[in-house]
């Protein structure tokens, strides 16, 4: 049996992944802000339970946790794939906005990885999967705090990976390109998505590393549109 916490699951590249690692045996703990979105998520899979959560708050990450623990005992993953951007330039980003994708990018993943982090130690295995974004590699203009979360998430993900050697916890990242999913819709409405990956390709990345053997470590993935950068 193997336990999966997935957050930002309603839709999107953690939908996917959601339906990708129930069709290969994982139990599921579904975690987004939206419980409708979540429960029909849930329904439709096999061994899964919806925790709507704000990412944001340590007491509901904590319950997040403590669901997949009452309900099935472990956590083998953490899957951080919740986020959102604000695009504009510089100057016009708001305070409001930067402390927005700081706290659900940045702070959300690290709540969840403190959390988890006790369970796993008990455990003497686990696997943390921060799905981050080639902008955690490389700036765009007018997506300075997107790219901002990103690096700091990369950074945070490199720090805990070191601290963890030795224990039987793995901590690794996924960097997709362009991925056609709901953060599009943020940005604008004239975005061509044609050439874009698919969020299931991203959700088959995040399987190939899940299943690793334990001896090794796949520390980071590319994962990038054919066509090149869209």
Known sequence: MRVAIVTGAGR????AIARVLAAK???LVL?????????????ELPEAIAVPTDLTRPDEVLRLVAAARDRW???????????????????????????????????????????VLPLMREQGSGQILNLLSVAAKRVFPEWSVYC????????MSKALAEELK????????????????P??????????????MRPEAVAEAVAFMLDQPASSRISELVIEPAAGDV
């Not at 999107?12 to 939908?15: A, F, L, Q, S, T």
């Not at 005992?73 to 951007?85: F, K, M, Q, S």
């Not at 504009?88 to 959390?115: H, I, W, Y």
């Open 12 to 15: 999107g590249i953690g939908c």
């Open 25 to 27: 045996g994982w139990r």
């Open 73 to 115: 005992g472990r956590v083998d993953a953490l899957i951080n794939n919740a986020g959102l951007t604000r695009v504009a330039r510089f100057e016009e980003t708001s305070p409001e906005d930067f402390d927005q994708v700081m706290a659900v990018n940045v702070k959300g993943p690290f709540l969840c990885m403190q959390a």
């Open 148 to 155: 901002a979360s990103k690096f700091a998430l990369d950074g």
């Open 31 to 43: 975690a987004a802000r939206s419980s409708e979105e979540l429960e029909r998520l849930a329904s």
């Open 183 to 196: 953060l599009w819709d943020d940005v604008g409405p004239d975005i061509p998505r044609e050439g874009m």
């Open 166 to 181: 030795g224990t039987g916890i793995r901590v690794s990242a996924i960097y997709p390109g362009a991925t056609d999913s």
